[in-house]
């Protein structure tokens, strides 16, 4: 990718206007995201490398906040981490008009004016999964019927939603960090972290290695924003979309 340095005036309209408000940005990512962007995109570089500690220090955060916001933005696209070891992050920042979860136009002009005035109460991506009954059974109906981990089929009674980033680790109840799955799973998995669990099934043999691997993939594409439950707005709520 070539460095090219952005026009800054229209890159913090993007970010103050369309992508923080757009993707439900806390204080907290705004102020990771800010930080990031001026050491990166402003100054004509996709890649940075930083040490969450130092981050932390800097924006005067703790570092589990600052670890979360870091996770949350590459979550939602905003920019991503390509690697993670004990001196640090490297990310790729993201330009607001390239974050597809924004539903960003080509150009950052049509962005700016896209999002005058018109933007919708809620986005799919600020939009809390655990609030309504349609939003839950949203999540369920995109799995299709089997337990998100161990692919037992699993009768509607006995079925529940799971955090794969756990609550007590700042998990949200996004889409992205929602899954469906029997009781029995969401009950062993409890607080641990998804791959681990998906490993112990596979050790006792409730899955194949080939299962395994499906459902690491599938696990990065949740996260990725890649299984987007069937929803449409209708009178400023979220309904379920039937296609036939
Ligand atoms: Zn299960």
């Known amino acids: 990718m070539p460095n090219k340095t952005p026009n800054a005036k229209l890159l913090w309209m993007q970010f103050e206007d369309v992508l923080a408000p757009r993707l439900g940005l806390t204080v907290k990512e705004r102020a990771v995201y800010s930080y990031l962007l001026r050491h990166s995109l402003v100054v004509g570089k996709v890649r940075l490398q930083f040490a969450v500690m130092a981050l ?47 539903g960003a136009g080509k150009n950052g002009a049509t962005l700016i004016t896209g999002a005058t005035g018109e933007r919708p109460a809620s986005t799919i991506e600020s939009t809390d999964f655990l609030k309504t009954w349609e939003l839950r059974k949203a999540i369920h109906d995109r799995e299709g019927g089997p337990c998100f981990y161990c692919l037992r089929r699993t009768p509607a009674n006995v079925r529940c939603l799971d955090h794969v980033v756990p609550r007590v680790r700042f ?45 690491l993939r599938s696990l990065k594409d949740v996260a990725a924003g890649k299984l987007r439950p069937r929803l449409k707005v209708e009178n400023g709520n979220w309904k379920i979309e039937i296609r036939n």
């Open 171 to 215: 998990g949200r109840n996004s889409y992205r960090n929602l899954v469906s799955c029997c009781l029995e799973c969401n009950t062993r998995k409890g607080d641990r972290a998804a791959p681990d669990f998906l490993r112990t099934l596979y050790r006792q043999g409730r899955l194949t290695s080939a299962e395994l691997d499906a459902r």
């Open 56 to 102: 932390a220090r800097t924006l005067r955060l703790s570092i589990g906040a600052t670890r979360y916001a870091v996770r949350r933005l590459d979550e939602l696209g905003a920019l991503r981490v390509l690697e993670r070891n004990k001196t640090g992050h490297l990310v790729e920042m993201r330009l607001p008009e390239k974050i597809r979860a924004i």
